[in-house]
């Protein structure tokens, strides 16, 4: 009997020693060009045209009939002098014509700029991109697995692992920091600045009270090095949920939306009630609700400021009805998040979903087909920006280093069915073939293949693909354990030095930085 082990090479007999070179000087080179941030998505459809005019429609009916509620004062003056009305009840009511027109006018494209050169993102059309967000309030300690409480330093390490990680393209705030939740002025600046010194990457951090949109922005500036700085070459969002579903705004979040849209803040928001709990049962209903939420925020912040940037971001979630507990890795979730890509492409509009948002408390089997099922569908409909796709465990209650390492390798085998097959003359290979049959009988020497090594294939990081003799002869290692040494090496030395030291004991003169020196560089205790 052949197995793969003894057919996996021609000269699979030779000694262990001279194939592990080989594999370590594969490794040495250059990191694969097979995938590349933005590839296109949109051949997966679970809409169709028909289906998406209907969910327009009925979401025109949600915002002109029935409303949002609790719309701030100022809201409602905004609102009222540009064409809105309330009803009887006092909920805000949004003529068709008008979010038709506020639609019209809204960014059709995000353009967020990397620190370092190729780092850019450009949001919109089928471009795919890969995030993390998720704002869980507890961690999973490496060590032991445990759940604890996050933390800002905990914060500043998940923005370094991104920064790391190359498929991931833009990094959105993982935890909150639980110890400095007192003060909103003193969280917002120091999430700000774990941000930018974690990370070169576009990234964006939560803020819940308007009052701290300026510090922010001034903190941004300051490390740039002249007001209006930020303003001219914007790397970051702020991003908010200023929605209470069913239909109800949130009025510190909804502050947020204003005062970011009259700065012209990039602004990355969302929406999410559960199907079922907060939002119809049935998914077309959901999503209709949601879409009409998620068209309201666009809106409202058109209102106030005509093309202000801003996600279009309907994440229609789901309740498992047995228990009326969220569900992130579900199938019906998985399609969900697919159709607001797709939604958003109908509209134009950027777009940003979540998937990626396992149940399972450890990165075990449930993980990680709840993981690939729900990423792996938002990009191949060619959602823009597929938030909460590394890192996030338990229902988004936790994130973990491990699981947003071996995400990485999962959103790389992503990107690479979103690049998919290319079908020319060269490609389809007719004179290699002919040469291989005719002369050595395999394909491993070709010129072709060794030309094709690095951009045709992509190689996972941590994925184990070693025959089972050689797995077994190393001990059987299980792949949380390889990924738990994978990130203490990764976290010991990957300490980035993205402000200017000049710039940085500037801003610790202006502002209450908490992150100390110390922590930030190799050779503390933490790592």
């Known amino acids: 009997?052949?197995?793969?082990?003894?057919?996996?090479?021609?000269?699979?007999?030779?000694?262990?020693?001279?194939?592990?070179?080989?594999?370590?000087?594969?490794?040495?080179?250059?990191?694969?060009?097979?995938?590349?941030?933005?590839?296109?998505?949109?051949?997966?459809?679970?809409?169709?045209?028909?289906?998406?005019?209907?969910?327009?429609?009925?979401?025109?009916?949600?915002?002109?009939?029935?409303?949002?509620?609790?719309?701030?004062?100022?809201?409602?003056?905004?609102?009222?002098?540009?064409?809105?009305?309330?009803?009887?009840?006092?909920?805000?009511?949004?003529?068709?014509?008008?979010?038709?027109?506020?639609?019209?006018?809204?960014?059709?494209?995000?353009?967020?700029?990397?620190?370092?050169?190729?780092?850019?993102?450009?949001?919109?059309?089928?471009?795919?991109?890969?995030?993390?967000?998720?704002?869980?309030?507890?961690?999973?300690n490496p060590e032991?697995?445990?759940?604890?409480?996050?933390?800002?330093?905990?914060?500043?390490?998940?923005?370094?692992?991104?920064?790391?990680?190359?498929?991931?393209?833009?990094?959105?705030?993982?935890?909150?920091?639980?110890?400095?939740?007192?003060?909103?002025?003193?969280?917002?600046?120091?999430?700000?600045?774990?941000?930018a010194a974690g990370t070169t990457k576009p990234f964006s951090v939560s803020l819940a009270d308007a009052g701290t949109v300026g510090d922010v922005v001034a903190l941004w500036d300051t490390m740039l090095g002249a007001e209006g700085a930020f303003a001219r070459a914007p790397f970051a969002a702020i991003g908010l949920c200023p929605i209470v579903s069913p239909?109800?705004?949130?009025?510190?979040?909804?502050?947020?939306?204003?005062?970011?849209?009259?700065?012209?803040?990039?602004?990355?928001?969302?929406?999410?009630?559960?199907?079922?709990?907060?939002?119809?049962?049935?998914?077309?209903?959901?999503?209709?609700?949601?879409?009409?939420?998620?068209?309201?925020?666009?809106?409202?912040?058109?209102?106030?400021?005509?093309?202000?940037?801003?996600?279009?971001?309907?994440?229609?979630?789901?309740?498992?009805l047995r228990t009326g507990a969220f569900t992130g890795g579900s199938g019906e979730e998985a399609v969900l998040q697919a159709a607001a890509g797709q939604i958003a492409r109908f509209y134009g509009l950027p777009g940003i979903v979540a998937a990626g948002m396992t149940d399972a408390k450890r990165p075990d089997y449930q993980a990680g087909y709840e993981k690939g099922l729900t990423i792996a569908l938002s990009a191949l409909a060619g959602s823009n920006m597929i938030g909460e796709c590394a890192g996030m465990m338990g229902s988004l209650l936790g994130c973990s280093l491990e699981s947003m390492l071996l995400d990485n390798d999962l959103v790389g085998a992503v990107q690479r069915t979103l690049r998919g097959i290319e079908v020319n003359d060269e490609t389809l290979s007719f004179e290699t073939i002919r040469e291989s049959v005719m002369g050595a009988g395999h394909y491993f020497g070709s010129p072709q293949t060794l030309r094709l090594m690095q951009s045709e294939f992509l190689y996972p990081k941590v994925a184990d693909r070693t025959p089972l003799s050689e797995w077994e002869y190393r001990g059987a290692p299980e792949i949380v354990a390889t990924?738990?040494?994978?990130?203490?090496?990764?976290?010991?030395?990957?300490?980035?030095?993205?402000?200017?030291?000049?710039?940085?004991?500037?801003?610790?003169?202006?502002?209450?930085?908490?992150?100390?020196?110390?922590?930030?560089?190799?050779?503390?205790?933490?790592?």
């Open 1 to 140: 009997m052949v197995t793969t082990e003894t057919a996996a090479h021609p000269n699979a007999g030779t000694r262990a020693g001279g194939r592990q070179a080989r594999v370590a000087a594969r490794r040495a080179q250059a990191k694969s060009t097979a995938v590349r941030p933005g590839l296109p998505g949109g051949t997966y459809r679970p809409l169709s045209e028909c289906d998406m005019q209907r969910i327009h429609a009925t979401a025109l009916d949600i915002l002109e009939q029935i409303g949002m509620g609790e719309a701030p004062a100022e809201l409602k003056a905004i609102a009222v002098a540009k064409g809105c009305r309330l009803s009887d009840p006092g909920r805000l009511l949004f003529p068709r014509a008008l979010v038709e027109d506020m639609i019209g006018i809204a960014a059709k494209e995000l353009y967020y700029h990397g620190r370092k050169p190729g780092q850019d993102v450009h949001s919109c059309g089928a471009r795919v991109f890969f995030a993390t967000s998720g704002e869980a309030v507890r961690v999973v």
């Open 144 to 195: 032991t697995g445990a759940y604890r409480p996050s933390t800002l330093v905990d914060l500043y390490d998940f923005f370094r692992m991104a920064d790391y990680l190359e498929h991931i393209d833009f990094c959105g705030q993982t935890v909150i920091a639980n110890d400095i939740c007192e003060d909103a002025r003193l969280h917002a600046i120091n999430i700000a600045y774990a941000g």
């Open 247 to 320: 239909l109800r705004f949130g009025p510190d979040t909804t502050g947020v939306l204003l005062e970011a849209a009259r700065r012209g803040v990039p602004l990355s928001t969302c929406t999410a009630p559960q199907a079922g709990a907060t939002a119809p049962a049935a998914l077309a209903g959901a999503l209709a609700q949601c879409t009409a939420e998620a068209l309201a925020i666009v809106v409202v912040a058109n209102l106030v400021n005509p093309g202000t940037p801003v996600d279009f971001g309907p994440w229609t979630f789901v309740a498992d």
């Open 483 to 527: 990924a738990r040494t994978e990130v203490k090496k990764i976290m010991a030395r990957h300490y980035p030095d993205h402000i200017d030291p000049a710039r940085d004991r500037i801003l610790r003169e202006r502002f209450p930085i908490r992150l100390s020196p110390e922590e930030m560089r190799p050779g503390n205790s933490r790592w």
